[in-house]
T-cell receptor, first 113, second 110 residues
Framework: KAGVTQTPRYLIKTRGQQVTLSCSPISGHRSVSWYQQTPGQGLQFLFEYFSETQRNKGNFPGRFSGRQFSNSRSEMNVSTLELGDSALYLC????????????FGPGTRLLVL | QKEVEQNSGPLSVPEGAIASLNCTYSDRGSQSFFWYRQYSGKSPELIMFIYSNGDKEDGRFTAQLNKASQYVSLLIRDSQPSDSATYLCAVTSNDYKLSFGAGTTVTVRA
């Protein structure tokens, strides 16, 4: 099976812009989660989607949003970018029950100037 | 108090030795426990998961879980230079999210 794919892999934006990141889960997986990884804060949970519904959301401002499509592909959007949004954004997929393993994609590295 | 705490590193071990990594968690409702390995510049990859108290072995890796003590550990036997990476402990309950520790960086000296 193909793994989790994320596009784009690298992105450079300037403050105030917005960005959309995309994630395609492993075939058959219906849950997609998003995480932000920075050197200072480590890996932090952004949100999780299952069957187009957000089931949980982390402690991030409303500038961070996401959605999931009927084919389980997911996008996350960050509006009004700030310098502190520079990070590695990771998408993970799993079949859908809480205890199951999440498999990570390669990530999108975002740099905000 | 952080949800998941890992022993501070970095941890340096000679090739062939045992590397011992520890993790404690605060949520007694946690049900699933994972160890991920992350090489520099790469994404986390799963090494092991454990759900029940006791030991679970997979090749050179052994995970140990003690829910009463809210403690999970990972032993790497016969450490190889290719094991040099950051090891992340992750915990989940029924809330559909993984809570990660800060990670422990392991360096295996040849």
């Amino acid at each position: 099976k193909a793994g989790v794919t994320q596009t784009p892999r690298y992105l450079i934006k300037t403050r105030g812009q917005q960005v959309t990141l995309s994630c395609s889960p492993i075939s058959g997986h219906r849950s997609v989660s998003w995480y932000q990884q920075t050197p200072g804060q480590g890996l932090q949970f952004l949100f999780e989607y299952f069957s187009e519904t957000q089931r949980n959301k982390g402690n991030f401002p409303g500038r961070f949003s996401g959605r999931q499509f009927s084919n389980s592909r997911s996008e996350m959007n960050v509006s009004t970018l700030e310098l502190g949004d520079s990070a590695l954004y990771l998408c993970a997929s799993s079949p859908g029950t809480p205890q199951e393993t999440q498999y990570f994609g390669p990530g999108t590295r975002l740099l905000v100037l | 108090q952080k949800e998941v705490e890992q022993n501070s590193g970095p941890l340096s071990v000679p090739e062939g030795a045992i590397a011992s990594l520890n993790c404690t968690y605060s949520d007694r409702g946690s049900q699933s426990f994972f160890w991920y390995r992350q090489y520099s510049g790469k994404s986390p990859e799963l090494i092991m998961f454990i759900y029940s108290n006791g030991d679970k072995e997979d090749g050179r890796f052994t995970a140990q879980l003690n829910k009463a003590s809210q403690y999970v550990s990972l032993l790497i036997r016969d450490s190889q230079p290719s094991d040099s990476a950051t090891y992340l402990c992750a915990v989940t309950s029924n809330d559909y999210k993984l809570s990660f520790g800060a990670g422990t960086t392991v360096t295996v000296r040849a």
